[in-house]
């Protein structure tokens, strides 16, 4: 099959390309040896099947930051037909230097000159013919957001393809370096290439005058963040608790009937382990999907970049940005979406630090944990305050672990970042990235979720005969062996068992707590205030907040990180992490005679 | 002698002329992807709170460098606003 690569620099547009290309059916490729995740797609093109792949952006061939190495590799490795760049015309006089860096690969290429609408309302003029001569290649204009000129760059694409018949690999060994290229460039840009020296002070300056304020951009951000949340999780959360109440319902009244000739174990089996592994995944969707749409108006829209902007100062300090800390802020509401959203950090040890702190934020699903919790041991007065203590511990947590581990998870990358102008999202780039983010999900963590379940109720249901989920179950005979590590917690065996449901999701640790205590979940209440006091409730909130997240989470770090060892090490931190609040606090309060 | 400026000092609204960058390689080849490179003509459009960043365009392109890198970058602030 012929195959074409994608390259360009950063906010060139070349994602938006490579949809309006590709439609909606692209996937996450297997290169070997590469480790970040690689789109492509097959598409028809000339009547042959091309394979596309979208490149990361990169400034510069020549240097070593994750994503140029990526790029270098990939062509190094990889035989493809023809190279498709994409620059921004207004920027040609430093992104051509990359264009000419390519060329001398030797490969057959084709250089598309993307958002040619904004380019000529900037005055930017360019001689797009004697381009193409003295570059001795193909150059087209067009825009890729709104689609002008783009059946041109398809005939284009599919002539370059007939010309070149076997694929080849680059050898970038012959790269030459950039100061060779600089006579060239100049001579090319004299020639071919016009930019109006005068700026005119545009609405995006003007934009920027009241975002970045010095007094009201901090503001202006933590109420944005605020709009956006409130939108993600307020149709987000909905849609989340509407799905899971219709699975549970064709759950009681459809299948169980049906299973009803089937031995009780299989039965259960059936319902308690693979029904509700595979409901757990599909809960998930919609709120991947709000979210994505949410960040690719953040995103999209230039804002994003402001964020890093405003926020650097501050977490500069903790060896992140401000991209990481928006994701921070969005995993308030779930975990998983702002794990995967952190594939915007486009240097891996960013990206690692900051996987590492977002399991840290208190989900909605550890909120309704904690609201029964606060509600049934602590007086109306005290609640809120217990519940925004927790808030505060969930930042701590997450402070704590950037500040031990950011030395580890150092970045080498120049943090150098483009602020685009303001852009107006269009609805389709809204809906590519969360309908693409919710097909890697289920490709990528849905096995591993459905596993987790399954394994969670072998435990609970297994040997037969036993009260599922009771002392005698695997889980019990589990949890007595954990006695001596939960006992200077005040947490009692059959709780810990609750918090082995927790590991699969924290929304069923009330349903796995009225299960283990055979009662109700509206008589639940009254068993924990009898069993527990205040002391020992509050210790095992911190440790239902600082603990795995949840499965979901779990699947989503091994997937983005691509590493077990990374995902153990989470695991492991917050546990250790955890256990050590947890004693702290619980042993702190009996020697102060609480 | 005279006294070297850097990014780093030019306050907002003040233009000035790249003379020389004096960072790592992979720093400066960034730089240069970016358009930060001698003779550039660049203008500081704003300096963020506690420290932070700045705001820096250069050409068509706007950048937020933080200052330890704007110290690297070694400018002639040039008379006249942004032009």
Known sequence: MKKIALLGMPNTGKSTFFNRLTGSIAKVGNWPGITVDLLSAKILLGGDMVEVVDLPGIYNLHG???????????????????????????????????????????????????????????????DVPGLARALRMPVAELSAKYGQGFPQVRHQMEQILRQQGTPRAAQTGVLQEDDALGQELNTLLRQHVTIPVQIKAGWSERIDKLLLHPWLGLPLFFLAMLLLFEAVYGVGTPLQDALGWTLDTVKTTWLAPALAGFPPLLQNFLLSGIYDGVGTVLTFLPIILVFFVGMSVVEDSGYLARAAFLMDALMSRLGLDGRAFVMQLMGFGCNVPAIMGTRIMRSRSARLLSMLIIPFSLCSARLQVFLFFTSVLFSPRTAPLVLFSLYVMSLLAALLTALVWKRRFSSYEPMLLEM??????????????????????????????????VAVWALTHFPTGVTPAGPDTLAGILASWLEPVFQPLGIDKLLSIALLFGFVAKEIVI????????????????????RMDWVQAYGFMLFTLIYTPCLATVAALQRESRSWGFTSFSLLWSLGLAWITSFLFYQGARALGL | MLQRTTLEQIIPGQCAVIQGISAGRELSRRMIALGLRPGSQLLVLRRAALHGP?????????????????????????PGGPT
Do not use: C
């Open chain 1, 64 to 126: 070593f930051s994750d994503d140029e190495q990526v790029v270098r590799q990939f062509l190094e490795e990889q035989p493809v037909n023809a190279l498709v760049v994409i620059a921004n015309p207004t920027q040609l006089d430093r992104q051509l230097a990359l264009v000419l860096q390519l060329r001398s690969l030797g490969l057959p290429m084709i250089l598309l000159l993307n958002m040619s609408d904004e380019a000529r309302r900037l005055g930017v003029h360019i």
């Open chain 1, 420 to 453: 685009p102008p303001y852009r107006l999202p269009t609805l389709r780039q809204m809906f590519s990235q969360g309908w693409q983010q919710s097909r890697h999900f289920l490709a990528g963590a849905s096995g591993f979720i459905v596993l987790g379940v």
């Open chain 1, 511 to 530: 349903g796995a707590l009225a299960v283990i205590f055979g009662s109700s979940n509206e008589a639940l209440g009254g068993i924990i205030s009898a």
């Open chain 2, 54 to 78: 700045l705001q820096v365009r250069v050409g068509h392109t706007e950048i937020m460098i933080r200052r330890g890198e704007a110290a690297k970058i070694w400018v002639q602030p040039y």
